[in-house]
């Protein structure tokens, strides 16, 4: 979205952890750069809940992709028995399951430790903490299904295959290497249909 790359390779670890939504056991991830929390429409239809509230609205991802909200849902967070409460809009197209945004964060006093790998919660006089927990794999191989031939200053949409099948929506990232080779493909939010994603390629 125009933003500069940094130099430096650094690599930061997204945060997950373990929790209670609407009483159910549940992996979040905690997003201080999302300023709401959001819910895939696959998990809310797993778990109890209450009337959806229909809106649509269109919110832009930290990659850009557009992500697409069918309504917002109260949900209870149980953070090791400290219980809050928050409105998340909820999509059909997510790449994780839940993510708790700022506006849980902020309101409910919660404390991202770092250096510990632990989030701490305090409410009322009580104080839980609950640890950092390895996220689910996130790196899975794309292949092309049928080999191209690309000519020079031009566009192609392929099918690719992707392995894993219990997947609905992936973020696409191409190899870097790609550059070298003077090909371009852009990083997206795509939908997985028979385990097909279409890429474009320039």
Same mark, same amino acid.
């Given at each position: 979205?125009?933003?500069?790359?940094?130099?430096?390779?650094?690599?930061?670890?997204?945060?997950?952890?373990?929790?209670?939504?609407?009483?159910?056991?549940?992996?979040?991830?905690?997003?201080?750069?999302?300023?709401?929390?959001?819910?895939?429409?696959?998990?809310?239809?797993?778990?109890?809940? =209450?009337?959806?509230?229909?809106?649509?609205?269109?919110?832009?991802?930290?990659?850009?992709?557009?992500?697409?909200?069918?309504?917002?849902?109260?949900?209870?967070?149980?953070?090791?028995?400290?219980?809050?409460?928050?409105?998340?809009?909820?999509?059909?197209?997510?790449?994780?399951?839940?993510?708790?945004?700022?506006?849980?964060?902020?309101?409910?006093?919660?404390?991202?430790?770092?250096?510990?790998?632990?989030?701490?919660?305090?409410?009322?006089?009580?104080?839980?903490?609950?640890?950092?927990?390895?996220?689910?794999?996130?790196?899975?191989?794309?292949?092309?299904?049928?080999?191209?031939?690309?000519?020079?200053?031009? =566009?192609?949409?392929? =099918?690719?295959?992707?392995?894993?099948?219990?997947?609905?929506?992936?973020?696409?990232?191409?190899?870097?290497?790609?550059?070298?080779?003077?090909?371009?493909?852009?990083?997206?939010?795509?939908?997985? =249909?028979?385990?097909?994603?279409?890429?474009?390629?320039?």
């Amino acid at each position: 979205c125009g933003a500069k790359q940094s130099s430096t390779t650094t690599a930061f670890n997204p945060i997950f952890v373990k929790i209670l939504c609407n009483n159910t056991p549940q992996t979040a991830l905690i997003d201080t750069g999302s300023a709401i929390t959001i819910i895939h429409q696959q998990l809310l239809n797993d778990i109890p809940h =209450e009337k959806l509230i229909p809106k649509t609205i269109n919110h832009i991802s930290a990659n850009c992709s557009t992500l697409d909200i069918v309504g917002e849902i109260p949900l209870e967070i149980n953070v090791n028995g400290i219980t809050t409460t928050i409105i998340a809009d909820v999509t059909t197209n997510l790449v994780t399951n839940l993510i708790l945004g700022s506006d849980w964060i902020q309101s409910n006093n919660v404390y991202i430790l770092t250096p510990e790998q632990r989030i701490m919660i305090r409410s009322r006089g009580k104080e839980v903490s609950t640890p950092f927990v390895k996220p689910p794999l996130l790196n899975y191989p794309v292949t092309l299904i049928n080999h191209i031939t690309l000519p020079p200053f031009s =566009e192609k949409i392929v =099918e690719a295959q992707v392995q894993h099948n219990n997947m609905i929506d992936v973020l696409f990232e191409p190899n870097p290497r790609l550059k070298n080779k003077a090909l371009f493909t852009a990083t997206a939010l795509l939908n997985i =249909e028979n385990r097909r994603i279409k890429i474009s390629i320039i």
